[in-house]
């Protein structure tokens, strides 16, 4: 991914906190991972043939891992949140910034690819125990409760905070 050269980038999302749940549940660490997120942020375009110019060559340089890898450029979400997903989004300042607005706060993890650092602005604690709760910085209680429920199907020992999805007979243990 280095190889890129894209500024601010990350590796994020499912392809790490699913691997520890997978391997916490003694399933292959791939086991059920749908994609791997690669976030970056470049605010000097903001059109799509920019971004898909950089997906196009993300696709080929990784082509070799037979898996499905999502690229996206985090100073364009704004621009298509609102008609895929309902509701506004606010514009974002960095990579990081993106992470910091995922649906779920413990799932708020990436890899900077140039230091290799992980990113936690929450910690990692609720990703290892398996705690969902709504992150305050993007409350979209119906998103969350979608996504949540989609990660017990496959995860029935993960817990839903029962703060974050009202009616939800399961609570925190």
């Given at each position: 991914m280095r190889c890129l050269g894209l500024p601010q980038c990350f590796l994020t999302a499912g392809c790490l906190f699913q691997t520890v749940w997978n391997l916490r549940s003694s399933r292959p660490a791939q086991a059920d991972i749908k994609d791997y997120d690669i976030f970056y942020f470049d605010n000097s375009d903001?059109?799509?043939?920019?971004?898909?110019?950089?997906?196009?060559?993300?696709?080929?340089?990784?082509?070799?891992?037979?898996?499905?890898?999502?690229?996206?450029?985090?100073?364009?979400?704004?621009?298509?949140?609102?008609?895929?997903?309902?509701?506004?989004y606010p514009q974002l300042r960095s990579s990081k910034d993106g992470i910091d607005h995922f649906l779920i706060s413990g799932t708020c993890v990436g890899i900077d690819v140039s230091t290799g650092e992980l990113y936690a602005p929450n910690g990692v604690q609720a990703a290892w125990n398996?705690?969902?709760?709504?992150?305050?910085?993007?409350?979209?209680?119906?998103?969350f409760r979608k996504k949540a429920e989609?990660?017990?199907?496959?995860?029935?020992w993960l817990t839903i905070d029962s703060l974050s999805s009202p009616?939800?007979?399961?609570?925190?243990?």
């Open positions: 903001l059109s799509w043939d920019a971004e898909d110019e950089v997906i196009q060559q993300a696709k080929a340089l990784l082509s070799d891992l037979q898996v499905s890898i999502e690229v996206k450029n985090q100073a364009r979400v704004h621009l298509w949140y609102e008609k895929r997903f309902g509701g506004s398996g705690v969902l709760e709504i992150n305050p910085k993007n409350a979209r209680p119906d998103l989609d990660f017990l199907r496959r995860r029935p009616g939800r007979p399961r609570a925190v243990s």
